[in-house]
């Protein structure tokens, strides 16, 4: 069955420093989506990616957050300037279309920052 | 008020019990409903989705939406252990792209 694969799954970073998280989605999707999830709290919403264009995004995807598709495989996620409340456990997920009831997700990165 | 209501639990039932799992919202713009299944450090998986009101079923999983009462149900049959994991439901609206999730619940069923 077709996956949404994300490396590295496990990150750890010192406060300030830049990282990119990294997903391949299913080969046929078009629509991309970044979430996340921080320790015991619920999934939330960062960023949906269509035709190399962000098109919607929450409060959370503030400048320190940008996301690429630098190819035809890869999406990024890039946290400029990490903070401690930077970590979470993130998520990639990408869809056929927008109106598809539900998305695919990746088993997720988990970002530590110290 | 939060956006979706979901009772964390956890919730312990015996192996075959019949599982009932609940959100509320407040947002009537919400059209599209969905319940995601995560196990421990990985993603969520996508069990069921509903379109406006009404009961979906897909083998032991039947998915309910009360749109009146703004009300969502998922009722799993003859649980098993590996039933075992949290419960996400989720919902959007019919213009915008992203999830709203609640909270989840944690289910754990006992041998």
């Known amino acids: 069955e077709p996956e949404v694969t994300q490396t590295p799954s496990h990150q750890v970073t010192q406060m300030g420093q830049e990282v990119i998280l990294r997903c391949v989605p299913i080969?046929?999707?078009?629509?991309f989506y970044w979430y996340r999830q921080i320790l015991g709290q619920k999934v939330e919403f960062l960023v949906s990616f269509y035709n190399n264009e962000i098109s919607e995004k929450s409060e959370i995807f503030d400048d320190q957050f940008s996301v690429e598709r630098p190819d035809g495989s890869n999406f990024t996620l890039k946290i400029r300037s990490t903070k401690l409340e930077d970590s979470a456990m993130y998520f990639c997920?990408?869809?056929?279309?927008?109106?598809?009831?539900?998305?695919?997700f990746g088993s997720g990165t988990r970002l530590t920052v110290v | 008020q939060k956006e979706v209501e979901q009772d964390p639990g956890p919730l312990s039932v015996p192996e075959g019990a019949i599982v009932s799992l609940n959100c509320t919202y407040s947002?009537?713009?919400?059209?599209?409903f969905m319940w995601y299944r995560q196990y421990s450090r990985k993603g969520p998986e996508l069990l069921m989705y509903?379109?406006?009101?009404g009961n979906k079923e897909d083998g032991r999983f039947t998915a309910q939406v009360d749109k009146s009462s703004k009300y969502i149900s998922l009722f799993i049959r003859d649980s098993q252990p590996s039933d075992s994991a949290t419960y996400l439901c989720a919902m959007r609206s019919g213009t915008a792209s992203k999830l709203t999730f609640g909270t989840g619940t944690r289910l754990q069923v006992t041998l």
């Open positions: 509903t379109y406006s009101s």
């Open positions: 080969s046929n999707h078009l629509y």
């Open positions: 997920a990408s869809s056929t279309r927008q109106e598809s009831y539900g998305y695919t």
């Open positions: 947002n009537s713009a919400f059209q599209y």
